[in-house]
């Protein structure tokens, strides 16, 4: 890599965890090149199984659960079943020059498909290579999908209602946990190759859906080894087992969500006068509030349910204390914050799409105008890459009758 070039990512990525990693260095104006097999007989669906998911949006290979996570980048299909088509796949490492490898398809088949770090370093020693998995290389047959790590690592066991059933979270957290690994990792990665000598500085990085979402369990587990029992840690719907009051309250027209998180906002909070008649000595300390929570809890419930949403906020705000309406989800992207810094593309047929915003503004992404290409269709850029690196029409052509390209 040279300081005056953006870097360049080839990526074996399907579903949601690697396409989001990889999206991170879209923000940045890093070029990203995903790579999807060609179709398989008897198989509707071509290339990733994310573009058949959610509504047609362009096409039957563009539907809505794939476009997101895939604007601004090319699409190339290759057979890499074939020898050809891993020769081709070497090629392309060596000759664009490839400078990340990135897949998140099952390590098992990794050497089968000549994607495993020892392969494509062969081809480019500084080639920094990265691979998300179920569990680690340890565990190469084990395959990945974020509702299961949730059920493995004790996150349904966190979610849901005290007396309800396990629930998944929401958002697919620990998907885009991984991929914000990834995103880490391979920046580490790129300064440490800085360092090295020219040609050097190659490193294989693996990232583990499993791992990453026990990451974050900071709040959870050591608490076991400290004396809290499971029944102290695991589910209790919307209220926070530790930090009291924490909870949603009903209002005359919605809910309103309070985290108060520390003694002194318990004073403010009372010093209003919507909550005044709350100040009591048995409420005055964190622990003595956890102790009369179901109490405590109950009485705030009956304040708020005198009032608008708009009215509770109005003290909250005065007390400086955290609160925010539930909102909608279909009423997030038009929060102010949102609206303001936002992503956008359009598709084929000139219809605006609001992309989430990243979490921290791109340069780049300053540059563009928060606009970003549209994702790309099945196979769209695989003419123009494998042009790029000196094959003719012909060459493709033939590539494209025996199976090698689609």
């Known amino acids: 890599m040279t300081s005056t070039r953006k870097p360049i990512v080839l990526s074996l990525e399907q579903a949601l965890s690697m396409p989001y990693g990889t999206l991170r260095f879209v923000h940045e104006g890093w070029r990203v090149i995903r790579v999807e097999p060609t179709p398989v007989p008897g198989r509707a669906s071509r290339g990733d199984p994310n573009r058949s998911i959610g509504r047609p949006v362009a096409g039957e290979d563009r539907h809505s659960y794939y476009v997101s996570p895939n604007v601004g980048k090319q699409a190339i299909t290759l057979d890499l079943k074939q020898p050809e088509g891993r020769e081709l796949l070497r090629r392309l490492v060596r000759e664009l020059p490839v400078d990340v490898f990135c897949t998140n398809t099952m390590l098992a088949r990794h050497e089968t498909l000549g994607i495993d770090y020892a392969s494509l370093r062969a081809v480019r020693p500084d080639l920094i290579w990265c691979a998300i998995s179920a569990m680690g290389p340890e565990h190469p047959g084990v395959p990945g999908y974020d509702p299961a790590t949730q059920a493995l690592c004790g996150y349904m066991d966190l ?177 102010d914050f949102v609206r303001a810094s936002a992503l956008r593309t359009s598709t084929p047929d000139g219809r605006a799409i609001r992309l989430p915003p990243p979490a921290v503004a791109t340069a780049h992404l300053e540059e563009i105008g928060r606009e970003l290409p549209f994702a790309p269709s099945y196979g769209q850029d695989t003419d123009a890459v494998f042009t790029e690196v000196g094959l003719d029409a012909g060459e493709i052509g033939r590539l494209r009758e025996s199976g090698v390209v689609a």
């Open 159 to 335: 979610t849901g209602e005290s007396d309800g059933a396990p629930l998944q979270c929401g958002p697919p957290l620990i998907d885009l946990k991984a991929g914000d690994e990834v995103f880490a990792q391979v920046l580490l990665a790129m300064l440490e190759r800085e360092q090295a000598p020219p040609g050097e500085g190659g490193k294989e990085i693996h990232v583990s859906l499993a791992h990453a979402a026990v990451s974050w369990l900071h709040t959870f587990l050591p608490m076991l080894d400290m004396g809290s029992p499971p029944e102290e840690v695991r589910r209790n719907g919307n209220k926070h087992r530790q930090f009291i009051p924490v909870n949603s309250y009903p209002t005359r027209d919605g809910y309103v969500y309070v985290a108060i998180g520390s003694d002194a906002q318990w004073a403010r909070f009372v010093e209003t006068a919507m909550f005044a008649a709350l100040d009591e000595e048995r409420f005055r300390t964190n622990e003595s509030r956890r102790r009369e929570q179901d109490d405590l809890h109950a009485l705030i419930g009956a304040v708020t349910s005198k009032h608008t949403v708009a009215e509770v906020s109005v003290a909250l705000g005065e007390a400086i204390v955290p609160h925010s309406p539930i909102t909608p989800i279909e009423g997030v992207a038009d929060l």
